[in-house]
């Protein structure tokens, strides 16, 4: 059996799309400080250009880790924090930034546990969505693209830890 990646979203799509999404967040929020939270590790990409097309300076950048996958396609729904961020979020604006949510409960269970810290305000920010196989409702404040149901990898996205550095979004075709 061989493997072909079949380009779902190119490079260039995507670039526009993060610059799009980082002057809209610049636009909203002013010049009140943001934080951007990166869950990693799936969004360490997107997170890296999306914080360079957000032109204000009183941003803050910090990384959660969660796991929630095993070496499958298929979310266990148990959310795990691996990592948790370097300060606390009492009072701030914060923006969680997504690779892509798919059944919903990685993020809807993130939301839960910030608002337990007492933010100002928490936005959610996703380059995907994959409304198909939603299985809680949770708000994507800014969505780069809605794609359909199918496994995506690049960009930052994996399967079994592999692929994450390919410039694009693709489709693992088996032949
Ligand atoms: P959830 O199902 O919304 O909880 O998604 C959990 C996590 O699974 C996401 O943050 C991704 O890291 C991963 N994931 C979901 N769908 C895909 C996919 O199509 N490709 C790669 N990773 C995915
Ligand atoms: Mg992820």
């Known amino acids: 059996m061989s493997e072909r990646l079949v380009t779902m979203l190119s490079q260039k799509e995507i670039a526009a799309r993060v610059q799009e999404l980082g002057a809209q967040i610049a636009q909203e929020y002013q010049d009140r400080p943001v934080v951007l939270v990166v869950v ?3 969004s360490f990409i997107f997170a890296s250009d999306l914080c360079r097309a957000i032109d204000k300076t009183n941003l803050r950048v910090d ?12 979310t266990s729904g148990v959310v795990q ?3 948790d961020l370097s300060k606390p979020i009492a009072g701030e604006d914060v923006i969680i930034v997504e690779d892509i949510v798919d059944t919903g409960l990685t993020i809807a269970h993130l939301v ?3 608002r337990t810290r ?4 928490v936005k959610v920010c996703s380059l995907l969505h994959k409304p198909a ?5 949770v708000k994507v404040d800014y969505l780069g693209f ?3 149901d199918k496994f995506v ?8 830890e592999r692929y994450r550095n390919l410039p694009y979004i693709g489709v693992i075709e088996r032949t």
């Open 146 to 148: 809605t794609i359909e």
């Open 118 to 121: 007492q933010p100002r305000s």
């Open 40 to 42: 990693l590790k799936g």
């Open 133 to 137: 196989r939603a299985r809680v409702d």
């Open 63 to 74: 990384f959660l880790g969660v796991r929630s996958y095993g070496e499958g396609t298929e």
């Open 81 to 83: 924090i691996t990592q």
């Open 153 to 160: 990898v690049g960009y930052g996205l994996d399967f079994a």
């Open 112 to 114: 839960d546990l910030f």
